[in-house]
């Protein structure tokens, strides 16, 4: 008994090696030495325009295990930059409900509004974020207004 066990044991550390020769050699990274996306790689990447790479860098840290609050508007704006204006709709549900006060991502709700022919509800949005935030507008917002 102890005999098969040790040839099971040994058998199990060449298996080991063996599929650690091939990652080294293939390049692929495991878990622990992969990126850890932050907040500020996703910022990175709306900054350059580059929306596909943001909701996949959002994806990555979903996966990580560890979203940042904070960019949940990022990836709203990317998804409505992108044209998929029902995804954009439920991202910006998911980040109203983590800042309700987050101008940035009512905007967006209003642009698609505007975009799906919806006008009424896009001027009321417009009127709710004049009302309501008047304060707290950068001057970008106001001219996005």
């Not at 990836?75 to 998929?84: C, K, M, N, S, T």
């Not at 983590?98 to 001027?123: F, G, M, Y």
Request: glycine letters at 2%; one cysteine or more; proline letters at 2%.
């Amino acid at each position: 008994m102890k005999k098969r066990k040790k040839n099971r044991a040994e058998r199990t550390r060449k298996k080991r090696a063996r599929r650690e020769e091939k990652r080294q050699t293939k390049g692929t990274m495991t878990m622990a030495e992969k990126k850890i996306v932050t907040a500020a790689t996703i910022r990175a990447h709306m900054e350059k325009k580059e929306y596909a790479g943001a909701v996949n860098a959002f994806a990555d840290a979903v996966d990580q295990g560890n979203p940042p609050a904070e960019c949940y508007a990022d990836v709203a704006r990317a998804y409505f930059e992108l044209g998929d204006h029902a995804r954009a709709a439920s991202w910006v549900t998911n980040a109203l409900s983590h800042d309700p006060n987050d101008v940035a991502v009512r905007i967006v709700l209003a642009r698609i509004c505007q975009r799906e022919k919806r006008t009424e509800d896009a001027l009321k949005v417009y009127e709710n974020i004049l009302s309501a935030h008047q304060a707290s507008l950068t001057y970008e917002q106001r001219s996005e207004i």
